[in-house]
């Protein structure tokens, strides 16, 4: 035996034997370990693609889907025959697109998931395509883009359209914020149009046709929607230049390298749903079944589904682009059941009215005549009260607390007194007043002087808070006389519109009786006193 290479051989023989044994072993490399690496690279419940079809279970609502159903056993076994390479292979060819559709173990593993691990979400992803596939091809139609890229959407949110990434990524495509703000959508407290299917739709499409420009590839353009035109240009780069995704892919993110081979997957299957003994799990509404209608004006979810009688869960989950339950006024679209948009319109003025009421901020402004001073005061320290608990009585932080007494450590004695400051509301001193009337002041200012003293001297005794203020001014908003009633306040309820139920009160009126400061709200449950007329 003389070996592979005899001495005999001249040198570049050899070199050019040994570069033809490199290249075919390069070759063998996926097929000689394909058994090994199809069962350690099977997508887990930690693939970000599995986690998005997951989340449909997060939908049942709409879908509507019975328990029993839920708990059906897998359709398809993938031991069976329709999963063999040679049959996958034979239909994948068939396939008419310009996308180039390459098979291998991890587009296998893909189909795999898609048809046999979460066939009974995949036919939930097919039901949702009755919804959702009509506008994406009219806008793929539009951009002359390759039809097969709506279902790049199945792998981005397996189109759940409230779906967010871990890296908040969001909506059935999935924008991140600033790619999103880039394609022009809009996103604020109130809106965040990557929910908006149609939007966002257009957005992604003119996304495929910038990228296309860029590298002439479909498969390029698919990792560039998933890892950006960054990662992709950089791999190229290490590659030496190759624009062929399965050369550039190993210097990819390795989400990326799964997500291409993802996408044919899901393509494959739902070409050939039914070989796979896949039907669609249709929700409530399909693509027909839905309406837009412009509204002018605040809308409230809550008043929407009371007035059309539609689920609550429906309307949101028709309009996801709204991000708290209500449509923020004119330039905005409804999402509806297109039997509900004539009963929309015969109610329209009613709605606004309704929610109107419902979503005016129940926070409101100080009175021109009143001030704040910052007062000082001393506090006695209680039994068994440490620094904290100090602290939150007072409504102040325990660093002010040793700010304010110079406390190296956060030890308290009881009875020691600390200073605290506080602010309160103070009235403006009238410029012009009477004689009559500055007679009447003086005499009252006596009586609550006298009565204020007493109370401090009290307070004092009992440890409670006393004022080093050197004048005190107290304005008496009503007489001792005078009599209120308990207004419980309900959902919808702002002072002006409580102001408005009773005769001779206004909003004024009821911010002196009740001491409202800037920062007090209306809850619903609590109790105000209405003062009486007469």
Request: overall charge positive.
């Given at each position: 035996?003389?070996?592979?290479?005899?001495?005999?051989?001249?040198?570049?023989?050899?070199?050019?034997?040994?570069?033809?044994?490199?290249?075919?072993?390069?070759?063998?490399?996926?097929?000689?370990?394909?058994?090994?690496?199809?069962?350690?690279?099977?997508?887990?419940?930690?693939?970000?693609?599995?986690?998005?079809?997951?989340?449909?279970?997060?939908?049942?609502?709409?879908?509507?889907?019975?328990?029993?159903?839920?708990?059906?056993?897998?359709?398809?076994?993938?031991?069976?025959?329709?999963?063999?390479?040679?049959?996958?292979?034979?239909?994948?060819?068939?396939?008419?697109?310009?996308?180039?559709?390459?098979?291998?173990?991890q587009v296998k593993n893909y189909i795999s998931l898609y048809a046999s691990q979460r066939a009974q979400l995949t036919s939930r992803v097919l039901g949702l395509s009755r919804l959702y596939f009509p506008y994406f091809e009219q806008m793929l139609d539009k951009y002359n883009l390759p039809v097969e890229l709506k279902y790049l959407a199945i792998v981005e949110s397996a189109l759940n359209p409230t779906a967010v990434s871990s890296?908040?990524?969001?909506?059935?495509?999935?924008?991140?914020?600033?790619?999103?703000?880039?394609?022009?959508?809009?996103?604020?407290?109130?809106?965040?149009?990557?929910?908006?299917?149609?939007?966002?739709?257009?957005?992604?499409?003119?996304?495929?046709?910038?990228?296309?420009?860029?590298?002439?590839?479909?498969?390029?353009?698919?990792?560039?929607?998933?890892?950006?035109?960054?990662?992709?240009?950089?791999?190229?780069?290490?590659?030496?230049?190759?624009?062929?995704?399965?050369?550039?892919?190993?210097?990819?993110?390795?989400?990326?390298?799964?997500?291409?081979?993802?996408?044919?997957?899901?393509?494959?299957?739902?070409?050939?749903?039914?070989?796979?003994?896949?039907?669609?799990?249709?929700?409530?509404?399909?693509?027909?079944?839905?309406?837009?209608?412009?509204?002018?004006?605040?809308?409230?979810?809550?008043?929407?589904?009371?007035?059309?009688?539609?689920?609550?869960?429906?309307?949101?989950?028709?309009?996801?682009?709204?991000?708290?339950?209500?449509?923020?006024?004119?330039?905005?679209?409804?999402?509806?059941?297109?039997?509900?948009?004539?009963?929309?319109?015969?109610?329209?003025?009613?709605?606004?009215?309704?929610?109107?009421?419902?979503?005016?901020?129940?926070?409101?402004?100080?009175?021109?005549?009143?001030?704040?001073?910052?007062?000082?005061?001393?506090?006695?320290?209680?039994?068994?009260?440490?620094?904290?608990?100090?602290?939150?009585?007072?409504?102040?932080?325990?660093?002010?607390?040793?700010?304010?007494?110079?406390?190296?450590?956060?030890?308290l004695k009881a009875g020691q007194k600390l200073v605290v400051y506080t602010t309160i509301k103070q009235k403006a001193t009238p410029v012009e007043t009477t004689t009559e009337t500055a007679a009447n002041d003086k005499t009252d200012s006596a009586k609550?002087?006298?009565?204020?003293?007493?109370?401090?001297?009290?307070?004092?005794?009992?440890?409670?808070?006393?004022?080093?203020?050197?004048?005190?001014?107290?304005?008496?908003?009503?007489?001792?006389?005078?009599?209120?009633?308990?207004?419980?306040?309900?959902?919808?309820?702002?002072?002006?519109?409580?102001?408005?139920?009773?005769?001779?009160?206004?909003?004024?009126?009821?911010?002196?009786?009740?001491?409202?400061?800037?920062?007090?709200?209306?809850?619903?449950?609590?109790?105000?006193?209405?003062?009486?007329?007469?």
């Amino acid at each position: 035996m003389t070996g592979i290479f005899p001495d005999s051989l001249p040198a570049k023989i050899i070199i050019m034997r040994l570069k033809k044994l490199v290249y075919s072993i390069a070759l063998l490399l996926p097929f000689i370990g394909n058994a090994q690496v199809v069962e350690n690279t099977q997508p887990q419940s930690g693939d970000p693609i599995a986690a998005m079809l997951d989340s449909l279970v997060s939908i049942r609502n709409v879908v509507r889907l019975s328990e029993t159903n839920l708990q059906q056993p897998p359709v398809f076994s993938e031991n069976d025959a329709v999963l063999s390479d040679a049959f996958i292979q034979e239909r994948i060819s068939k396939i008419s697109t310009p996308i180039p559709l390459t098979y291998n173990y991890q587009v296998k593993n893909y189909i795999s998931l898609y048809a046999s691990q979460r066939a009974q979400l995949t036919s939930r992803v097919l039901g949702l395509s009755r919804l959702y596939f009509p506008y994406f091809e009219q806008m793929l139609d539009k951009y002359n883009l390759p039809v097969e890229l709506k279902y790049l959407a199945i792998v981005e949110s397996a189109l759940n359209p409230t779906a967010v990434s871990s890296a908040g990524a969001t909506g059935i495509w999935q924008f991140m914020y600033n790619t999103g703000k880039l394609y022009g959508l809009n996103i604020n407290s109130y809106i965040d149009e990557r929910r908006d299917v149609r939007l966002a739709t257009d957005a992604a499409c003119r996304y495929f046709q910038d990228m296309y420009a860029i590298y002439g590839d479909w498969l390029l353009v698919i990792a560039s929607y998933n890892c950006g035109p960054g990662n992709v240009n950089r791999a190229i780069a290490r590659a030496g230049g190759s624009k062929n995704f399965w050369e550039i892919s190993r210097f990819l993110p390795a989400e990326t390298r799964g997500y291409v081979p993802a996408f044919i997957g899901a393509t494959y299957v739902m070409y050939y749903a039914k070989d796979y003994n896949i039907t669609p799990t249709t929700p409530t509404f399909t693509y027909f079944d839905v309406d837009t209608v412009g509204v002018k004006n605040n809308i409230s979810f809550r008043q929407l589904s009371q007035t059309l009688n539609i689920p609550y869960d429906v309307i949101a989950f028709l309009n996801p682009v709204y991000k708290r339950n209500m449509i923020p006024g004119e330039g905005n679209r409804l999402y509806l059941p297109t039997e509900k948009i004539s009963l929309y319109l015969a109610n329209e003025e009613s709605l606004y009215a309704s929610s109107g009421t419902e979503l005016q901020p129940s926070s409101f402004a100080i009175a021109d005549d009143v001030g704040y001073v910052q007062v000082k005061q001393h506090v006695k320290v209680r039994k068994g009260e440490n620094l904290y608990s100090f602290a939150k009585r007072n409504y102040c932080s325990a660093k002010q607390v040793k700010k304010w007494n110079n406390l190296r450590s956060n030890y308290l004695k009881a009875g020691q007194k600390l200073v605290v400051y506080t602010t309160i509301k103070q009235k403006a001193t009238p410029v012009e007043t009477t004689t009559e009337t500055a007679a009447n002041d003086k005499t009252d200012s006596a009586k609550v002087n006298t009565a204020v003293k007493a109370d401090s001297s009290a307070n004092t005794e009992t440890g409670a808070v006393t004022s080093e203020s050197k004048t005190t001014q107290v304005n008496q908003t009503q007489s001792a006389a005078s009599k209120c009633i308990i207004h419980l306040v309900q959902p919808g309820d702002t002072l002006w519109n409580i102001a408005k139920r009773y005769e001779g009160v206004t909003v004024e009126l009821l911010k002196e009786v009740n001491n409202f400061t800037p920062q007090s709200t209306l809850k619903v449950g609590s109790k105000i006193k209405i003062p009486t007329v007469g």
